[in-house]
Nanobody
Framework: QVQLVESGGGSVQAGGSLRLSCAAS????????MGWFRQPPGKEREFVAA????????YYADSVKGRFTISRDNAKNTVYLQMNDLKPEDTAVYSC????????????????WGQGTQVTVSS
């Protein structure tokens, strides 16, 4: 079992920044992939970014490239999502997730999920 707890959400004006954290506990393998997803109001959940625990390879959705940065601290078992130049369309519930094996952008392939944290960006 893996437990994931997000923090760091909130409200910010367009152009502002927020940093989300995802603390992982339980069974974590070095080959695992950690991902951030978001679900805007009335829409389906979508991929935002992912990172490998070992090696640190990162992956981003086109909509956030150049604005968001995913990183991890292996010693703290924590993954971060630094979000800069936020836009109203970034408003969503953000969730972190974990999966074994290869990287994937599909939320269906992730095995564990956090409870989510709200990010609201006003114009």
């Amino acid at each position: 079992q893996v437990q994931l707890v997000e923090s760091g959400g909130g409200s910010v004006q367009a152009g502002g920044s927020l940093r989300l954290s995802c603390a992982a506990s339980g069974r974590i393998f070095s080959g695992d992939v950690m991902g951030w997803f978001r679900q805007p109001p009335g829409k389906e959940r979508e991929f935002v970014a992912a990172v490998r625990w070992i090696g640190g390879s990162t992956y981003y959705a086109d909509s956030v490239k150049g604005r968001f940065t995913i990183s991890r601290d292996n010693a703290k078992n924590t993954v971060y999502l630094q979000m800069n130049d936020l836009k109203p369309e970034d408003t969503a519930v953000y969730s972190c997730a974990a999966k074994w094996g290869s990287y994937s952008r599909s939320p269906l392939n992730y095995h564990y999920w956090g409870q989510g944290t709200q990010v609201t960006v006003s114009s």
